[in-house]
């Protein structure tokens, strides 16, 4: 098995370190506080909470939900019912019955999955007051469980793009209710998270602890890499895994990707020029998407994001002095082109800005 995983969760000993990040997070929930977990996306902030939850006491109950496919209170209601079904009770005739009695007044409909079998249930909501009122029932429902819950929501964020109005406010009224359950709330589109916690004007203000995910430590990245190739039987020098390391400026996922690619190559001497050789091939691979990019976005939105890849990052995007340098035009101009660059996930707005995709950045780099 190749031990440098890009998808799932498998055992702590494929997790690479985190060890403070999951003892906080640990004793959070066991002291039923509610944290907002801030990430750049590919830093590994779902792994993390697949690695809390695989230790976690098996009486508690970890719901994890994405709701990034979610763009109405609906989707909302119906993602976390059929969780809430598929985690917290064995589907049996007394888990319809106290479903069915519970939401009466929404008319539950039960299904299954027809691949995995799992089943689910809807409720039927037809305006925005019922889906209200639904959110309010699932929650309480989770209250009136006799089980220790965590309620893990990811891309938290997508709900401030619900066209229902309030949802915050709604959700942390109801949150506000329950002294017993943990609430994650986690995110990659930082600025808007953070927006969401720390304005004062947000129902949410001050109401967790916050938590900003950063890169895994180099050191115990190096160690991670040197020990898993050598178990595979791979020779592979302390400067070679840095450079893997430095070659993706830390990034969760980019140094999996290039340490899985190297592994399933099989050439058991991982060299500097063999790592070097992996990142162009890498590259090579998302050409396709990468010029795909010089369709969907405007003249100024490719040459600001080509701007921003040349510097890697730059802290005052808005100065005379880049905008200038790189004949962008207006800084308000910068600034709407930012924004939707944003807004498109391309790029990341945190002391200033850089692009979320390194190794379109370093595309970019090859194309200048």
């Known amino acids: 098995m190749n031990p440098f995983l890009i998808s799932g969760y498998e055992k702590p000993e494929l997790f690479c370190d985190r060890r403070t990040e999951t003892k906080k997070l640990l004793n ?3 002291n039923s506080r509610n944290v907002t977990l801030i990430s750049e996306r590919r830093l590994g902030k779902t792994s993390l909470l697949n690695h809390v939850n695989y230790l976690l006491e098996k009486e508690v109950v970890f719901i994890y939900i994405d709701l990034y496919p979610t763009l109405l209170l609906k989707d909302f209601v119906n993602l976390l019912s059929a969780k809430i079904l598929e985690k917290l009770e064995p589907f049996s005739d007394k888990v319809i019955r106290k479903i069915t009695g519970f939401f009466s007044a929404f008319k539950p409909k039960f ?4 691949e995995t079998g799992t089943p689910s249930f809807e409720l039927t909501i037809s305006s925005i007051s019922e889906a209200e009122k639904s959110v309010s029932l699932l929650l309480e429902y989770i209250r009136n469980s006799e089980k220790k819950v965590v309620l893990a929501f990811d891309e938290f964020q997508q709900i401030t793009k619900y066209p229902e109005k309030n949802i915050e406010a709604l959700l942390r009224s109801e949150i506000q209710k329950d002294n017993r359950t ?15 916690f720390s304005a004062y004007s947000r129902p949410f203000y001050n109401s967790t602890e916050i938590m900003n995910l ?6 115990e990245y190096v160690k991670f890499i040197i020990q898993k190739f050598s178990k595979g039987g791979f020779s592979i020098e302390k400067e070679t895994a840095n450079h893997i390391y430095s ?3 830390g990034i969760t996922y980019n140094v999996q990707y290039h340490c899985h690619k190297l592994f399933s190559k099989g050439e058991k001497e991982i060299l500097i020029t063999g790592v070097d050789k992996i990142c162009k091939e890498i590259l090579k691979e998302n ?3 990468y010029f ?10 490719y040459r600001l994001v080509k ?7 730059v802290e005052k995007p808005y100065s005379n002095e880049f905008t200038t340098k790189y004949n962008l035009g207006s800084s308000s101009s910068i600034r709407t082109a930012i924004k939707n660059l944003s807004e498109k996930g391309i790029l990341i707005q945190q002391n200033g800005v850089h692009l979320s995709d390194w190794y379109f950045s370093l595309w970019l780099k090859t194309q200048m």
């Open 111 to 114: 299904s299954f999955d027809p």
């Open 287 to 289: 050409e396709v998407v």
């Open 292 to 301: 795909n990019y010089r369709e969907l976005l405007t003249s100024l939105q």
């Open 182 to 196: 943990c609430f994650i709330f986690s995110g990659s589109q930082t600025h808007l998270l953070i927006a969401m």
């Open 307 to 313: 701007a921003i890849a040349k510097e890697t990052h």
């Open 28 to 30: 959070a929930i066991e």
């Open 247 to 249: 070659r993706n400026i």
């Open 214 to 219: 950063t890169q895994i430590n180099q050191e």
